[in-house]
């Protein structure tokens, strides 16, 4: 009896850890196809008149390694037929812009996706502007708390099921209603997930979707 019950505890976790598996991101290769699905506002990429949004029917990207020694690690990033670009300050296109040569970077479980701006001499990393509700691009590399610029790339044949409780090696995160919480600056780039503001600098920011002004 016992050594049925010890079976059929190991059984049970070789099936849990299967299905975890299941959920996370897969690592992105050239030549693959993936959907994107966004870590902080957690939902998955899609098109609307050829502007990238969250929400709505989810695209397809591809990805192709660029064969230069002049880009070395960057891609092409294609969906319905179209290269992905960038203008310089611009919101990023899937129908194509000025930069369209595209890094792809781990951050925290999950990866940065930045355009190469040879104008600015900078990384342009995509992230959702959860104030202004919509894709924008900023210089700063995505870390712990930066969870909007923080992407997962998933097999299109995954379950809808599988996606509800994405995991990441060290966030899990479930798909809600995308809503205002956390920390942002003025210009609507998230800096931390919750509402915490000790140990930020003195100005404005948004805490909670209400502008808040910190002075020590």
Same mark, same amino acid.
């Given at each position: 009896?016992?050594?049925?019950?010890?079976?059929?505890?190991?059984?049970?976790?070789?099936?849990?850890?299967?299905?975890?598996?299941?959920?996370?991101?897969?690592?992105?290769?050239?030549?693959?196809?993936?959907?994107?699905?966004?870590?902080?506002?957690?939902?998955?990429?899609?098109?609307?008149?050829?502007?990238?949004?969250?929400?709505?029917?989810?695209?397809?990207?591809?990805?192709?390694? +660029? &064969? =230069?020694?002049? %880009?070395?690690?960057?891609?092409?990033?294609?969906?319905? $037929?179209?290269?992905? *670009?960038?203008?310089?300050?611009?919101?990023?296109?899937?129908?194509?812009?000025?930069?369209?040569?595209?890094?792809?970077?781990?951050?925290?479980?999950?990866?940065?996706?930045?355009?190469?701006?040879?104008?600015?001499?900078?990384?342009?990393?995509?992230?959702?502007?959860?104030?202004?509700?919509?894709?924008?691009?900023?210089?700063?590399?995505?870390?712990?708390?930066?969870?909007?610029?923080?992407?997962?790339?998933?097999?299109?044949?995954?379950?809808?099921?599988? +996606? &509800? =409780?994405?995991? %990441?090696?060290?966030?899990?995160?479930?798909?809600?209603? $995308?809503?205002?919480? *956390?920390?942002?600056?003025?210009?609507?780039?998230?800096?931390?997930?919750?509402?915490?503001?000790?140990?930020?600098?003195?100005?404005?920011?948004?805490?909670?979707?209400?502008?808040?002004?910190?002075?020590?």
């Amino acid at each position: 009896m016992n050594k049925l019950l010890i079976t059929a505890l190991a059984l049970l976790g070789t099936c849990t850890t299967a299905v975890a598996e299941d959920n996370k991101g897969v690592e992105p290769t050239s030549g693959g196809t993936y959907n994107l699905y966004n870590v902080g506002a957690k939902q998955f990429l899609g098109t609307e008149n050829g502007r990238l949004v969250l929400g709505g029917e989810k695209v397809k990207v591809t990805l192709k390694l +660029i &064969e =230069s020694t002049t %880009t070395p690690g960057f891609y092409r990033i294609s969906s319905d $037929n179209s290269m992905w *670009g960038a203008e310089l300050w611009g919101t990023p296109s899937a129908d194509g812009g000025t930069f369209n040569e595209w890094r792809i970077e781990p951050v925290e479980g999950a990866y940065a996706i930045s355009s190469r701006n040879t104008e600015a001499s900078a990384s342009m990393y995509l992230y959702q502007n959860t104030i202004y509700n919509r894709l924008s691009a900023t210089t700063q590399m995505p870390g712990k708390e930066f969870e909007t610029a923080q992407w997962l790339f998933v097999d299109p044949s995954t379950p809808e099921t599988a +996606i &509800e =409780s994405v995991e %990441t090696n060290d966030v899990q995160t479930e798909q809600t209603t $995308n809503t205002t919480t *956390g920390v942002h600056n003025i210009g609507g780039q998230q800096l931390r997930s919750t509402d915490n503001t000790e140990g930020l600098q003195d100005g404005i920011y948004i805490v909670g979707g209400k502008k808040t002004l910190l002075k020590k």
